[in-house]
């Protein structure tokens, strides 16, 4: 005879705030040592980069005709990151949707730091660091400044002002709960929680106020969903080298940003949602919405892939064709077929609902579409400067140490500051997950079911 199986008992607001307020308890050692390990990526990489500073960009791989390489591949690697936060914060916000509550607090801090690592390669690509401000746009005696009808100054405008409105997005949101952390914390944390908390009470005419502010934020924000990737894609379609003149490049871009952002958070979610303990929390139910989303968003990219194949040869132009012809069987072919695997192929997988719910399988994809993604950018980027129009001047990309090592250095500054955060913040949402408690219970119910 079967055991009985035991039906959860409903979670109440008490039920959240302890699961959220216990993850900010002091952590233990190894946390720490996770923590130290990803600063010393940051410190491997910085060493690097302080000398790629002091002896020159010749200390990478880059050269004629690919000087746009890793770091760039990095850069809009890191902005597509970004691009799913806002998607789940502010666009679900505003369409109310149920499942968003739980998983949209990790989404915005992931939005954050990813854009504060991406803001960093343009740096780190400059070589001469300290001539940063001739990336911003000011009127200067050289005309190098403003020149609105470069992309890379719509650059500087669509990055700086998406991560303005992420932070303050992000910080508001934290406001009741801080200072709900901070009516049970003692010491310095109580301090740091009632600076962050702005004097929040509670009262009916601040909460007014806060609902009246959100709302506009998230109106704000929702634009930059689709300008910012549109912004950094039109850095490649308006200009002429074969591979990246193309007007699929804007929809091409936001739906690839979607697709690996929303993977990144799973890939955060899965393993943070067990070692935090908060599975009380974060049910299959989330993660099979967050799936969905993933799959949908792999069907447009790899349709994206078939049309930009398509128009390649229906163009009839040589030059076109042969630099396709050579990304797809050219010496660093085999990437493109890693990135069709990664971004094609194995995200049907999760047209099956089983595997959807199976958090390990869940996580195990979310990687290879990461690894996908990277890959996509590095193909368009490398790959095309690699076969201009002069065949005599072909020649790939080898990277160096140096590029490795920075690129793993920007992987672990994200997951350290990430990890502080999910630590020493509330990482899930106490105030929203009270609003939407009546479809957390129904979640938990629903897999109870399940398990029956």
């Not at 009985?4 to 699961?19: C, N």
């Not at 690592?117 to 400059?126: K, N, Q, S, Y």
């Not at 690996?260 to 303990?277: E, F, K, Y």
Request: hydrophobic share 55%; net charge positive.
């Amino acid at each position: 005879m079967a055991a009985a199986v035991q039906e959860p008992v409903a979670p109440t607001f008490r039920d959240i705030d302890r699961s959220v307020l216990r993850v900010m308890e002091m952590p233990g050692l190894a946390y720490w040592i996770w923590v130290g390990f990803c600063f010393v990526l940051v410190g491997i990489g910085a060493a690097l980069w302080t000398r790629q500073i002091y002896e020159g960009l010749g200390v990478t791989g880059l050269r004629q005709p690919v000087m746009w390489a890793m770091y760039i591949t990095n850069f809009v690697f890191w902005v597509g990151i970004a691009h799913s936060g806002t998607l789940i914060s502010a666009i679900l916000f505003l369409f109310r949707t149920r499942w968003r509550t739980a998983v949209y607090r990790a989404a915005e801090t992931m939005t954050l730091f990813a854009v504060a690592t991406a803001g960093l390669f343009p740096m780190i690509h400059l070589g001469r660091v300290w001539n940063l401000y001739w990336l911003l746009p000011y009127p200067n005696e050289r005309y190098l400044q403003p020149n609105f009808r470069s992309p890379l100054v719509w650059d500087a405008f669509a990055v700086s002002t998406y991560l303005t409105i992420s932070a303050l997005f992000l910080f508001m949101g934290l406001i009741p709960d801080v200072a709900n952390a901070r009516e049970h914390a003692i010491g310095w944390r109580r301090t740091f929680y009632a600076t962050l908390a702005l004097g929040w009470q509670g009262t009916d005419e601040q909460w007014r106020h806060f609902s009246m502010a959100y709302l506009l934020l998230a109106g704000l924000a929702t634009p930059l969903v689709l300008s910012v990737h549109s912004v950094v894609s039109w850095d490649f379609a308006m200009a002429q080298l074969p591979g990246w003149h193309s007007t699929i490049f804007a929809p091409y871009f936001v739906a690839g940003a979607i697709f690996s952002g929303v993977a990144m958070v799973i890939t955060l979610l899965v393993p943070m949602r067990r070692w935090l303990h908060i599975e009380d929390l974060l049910t299959p139910w989330h993660f099979d919405n967050l799936a969905k989303v993933v799959l949908l968003t792999s069907l447009v990219v790899t349709y994206s892939y078939s049309v930009e194949t398509f128009m390649a040869w229906y163009s009839g132009d040589k030059i076109e064709q042969m630099t396709f012809y050579m990304r797809y069987f050219g010496p660093w072919g085999w990437l493109f077929w890693v990135m069709v695997l990664c971004n094609c192929l194995i995200p049907l997988l999760l047209f099956s609902p089983r595997i959807r719910v199976n958090l390990t399988a869940l996580w195990i994809i979310s990687l290879f579409v990461n690894v996908g993604m990277w890959t996509e950018r590095f193909v368009i980027i490398a790959g095309s400067l690699a076969t201009n129009f002069n065949p005599s001047q072909w020649a790939f990309f080898r990277p160096s140490i140096t590029e490795i090592m920075i690129t793993a250095g920007s992987f672990g500054w994200f997951l350290g500051l990430f990890s502080l955060f999910a630590r020493f913040l509330p990482i899930v949402s106490m105030t929203e997950l009270k609003e939407g408690i009546v479809w957390l219970r129904k979640s938990l119910r629903k897999d109870y079911s399940r398990a029956a």
